[in-house]
């Protein structure tokens, strides 16, 4: 199946290639500008690299490689990632400080320039807004992803469109991921900067399947302003949409998931703690294998959510397991009254959900997860040999 999420945007042509392992992504897109990074200290060259471009509020397009990281490689790392740059302005005609560029893939490994110039050179020629184009700009950038990840959001007046890949090595602090974000609404890079920011806060960096924080991380969000001037808070409204369909999307493909884990916090004292216990569950090792051998050990979640260092009175809270149409109470007030038939049938599913209420205020957050199956020893395990 194919869709069109980036390609549906006013203004964006894009294109790529596969070969077994390795490859590469363009996307043609002019505007404002705005980017969220990892905050992991060993950041890969490309990150170094936009964290410093990214400041000009302006980019003309995107070179994106998947196979390699191009982290933990040095100087000559650096300089590849402005070489790749400088690739992708020269097959387009653009400045290569306009031209954002991202890696993924093995951490350690220098980038094959030579074969990166001949895709560059080849897939430049053949930008277009057709799906077939979107599809294999996605899967250009895919590594163990086992699907492509797409959303679009549409509005009276502007349309937001995204793409993204993430799979494994899924922890906040960005969400470990790549994603390429584009709209049509005219919004100057400040307000885009602080809307981009507020999403990922609410969305990818409540995206947890291992625990570990990508070299890599990266979103850029670029605005053509085809559309015309927007509405600022109904235009963050919709990129947090936008962001959040691509969050649920990576926590479901996570690697060797066969389930995708919701968690509500709600009754927090602030937001910011809602969202730290949301994580701390759906980061739980205990928690997540009891997910994937469908056991309703509620116990786990009331656990996890103690540790996450935010006050509440354990004998006070509540929580519920649904799997999205019934929801079931397994704690009331700090009553246990579970029916555990009924909350191991809100198991079989592909998704789980909790809800648990602190009881401690009025604030609440969610955040997404998988289960955690033998396959994930599997795939990653053997990643590099």
């Not at 500008?33 to 200290?41: D, K, M, P, W, Y």
């Not at 060993?42 to 936009?50: G, K, V, Y």
């Not at 079931?328 to 007030?333: F, G």
Request: glycine content about 10%.
């Amino acid at each position: 199946m194919v869709y069109k999420s980036i390609c549906a945007v006013e203004g964006v042509t894009a294109n790529g290639v596969k070969e077994g392992k390795f490859g590469l992504a363009l996307i043609r897109a002019s505007g404002t500008a705005a980017g969220v990074f990892t905050e992991n200290l060993a950041r890969a060259a490309p990150i170094e690299l936009m964290r410093k471009q990214v400041k000009t509020g302006k980019l003309e397009a995107v070179i994106a490689n998947s196979g390699c990281a191009n982290a933990y490689t040095g100087k000559r790392g650096y300089e590849d990632a402005v070489t790749m740059t400088e690739y992708a302005g020269s097959a387009l005609g653009v400045d290569d400080t306009s031209v954002g560029v991202a890696s993924t893939g093995v951490i350690g490994r220098y980038l094959e320039l030579p074969m990166i110039r001949r895709q560059c050179a080849d897939v430049a020629l053949r930008l277009t807004s057709t799906p077939d184009a979107e599809d294999r700009t996605v899967h250009a950038i895919m590594t163990t992803d086992t699907r492509p990840k797409h959303a679009l959001v549409k509005r009276e007046g502007f349309t937001i469109g995204a793409i993204a890949k993430g799979s494994g090595m899924i922890a906040p602090n960005m969400g470990t991921m790549l994603s390429f974000i584009y709209t049509d609404a005219q919004v100057e890079a400040k307000p885009l900067k602080e809307a981009l920011k507020c999403a990922a806060q609410r969305t990818f960096n409540r995206v947890v399947v291992d625990g570990d924080t990508s070299t890599n991380d990266i979103a850029l969000c670029t605005a053509t302003g085809e559309a015309g001037k927007v509405n600022v808070k109904e235009f963050s409204v919709a990129l947090e949409t936008c962001c959040r369909s691509l969050a649920q999307q990576i926590a479901a493909d996570g690697e060797g998931a066969s389930k995708l884990l919701e968690v509500t916090v709600r009754g927090a004292p602030k937001e910011a703690g809602a969202a730290k216990v949301a994580r701390v569950i759906v980061e739980s090792p205990l928690v997540k294998t009891a997910v994937y051998g469908e056991d309703p050990n509620w116990g786990r979640v009331v656990a996890a959510a103690g540790r996450a260092g935010v006050k509440f009175d354990p004998n006070a809270v509540s929580l519920w397991i649904s799997d999205g149409s019934n929801q079931y109470p397994l704690v009331k007030s700090g009553e246990i009254i579970a029916d555990l038939t009924r909350a191991k049938a809100a198991m079989h599913g592909n998704k789980v959900i909790f809800v648990l209420d602190l009881g401690a205020g009025k604030e609440e957050a969610t955040a997404w997860g998988c289960d955690l199956t033998e396959k994930y020893v599997e795939i990653n395990g053997r990643y590099t040999t």
